[in-house]
């Protein structure tokens, strides 16, 4: 049973970090594609940053490179995005997915970032 459990949200202030993590069972996370998505309210999901599975090649959106990382720990099983220079515009409920001819979802971990 695959399953993503996100954490690692919490309150930011603007210009500081956060390390989220998303622990995966179920599956193997190296032969998965691994994103990190964001939902702000009265907004649509959005991409964030995006491994490939084996190699893990990453790509991120627009937005965030330069300030955000992606990363993969194959012994944990874990993905992590690192979120540096955080912005009021970064908050949002973050959700890890993984992918392999379908999509599977965590429960989605809250950003905020605010003085």
């Known amino acids: 049973q695959v399953q993503l459990v996100e954490s690692g949200g919490g309150l930011v202030q603007p210009g500081g970090s956060l390390r989220l993590s998303c622990a995966a069972s179920g599956f193997t996370v190296s032969i998965y594609v691994m994103s990190w998505y964001r939902q702000a309210p009265g907004k649509e999901r959005e991409l964030v940053a995006t491994m490939s599975s084996g190699i893990g090649n990453t790509n991120y959106a627009k937005s965030v490179k330069g300030r955000f990382t992606i990363s993969r720990d194959n012994a944990k099983n874990t993905v992590y995005l690192q979120m540096h220079s955080l912005k009021p515009e970064d908050e949002a409920v973050y959700y890890c997915?993984?992918?392999?001819?379908?999509?599977?979802w965590g429960q989605g971990t809250l950003v905020t970032v605010s003085s």
């Open positions: 997915s993984a992918f392999r001819g379908r999509d599977y």
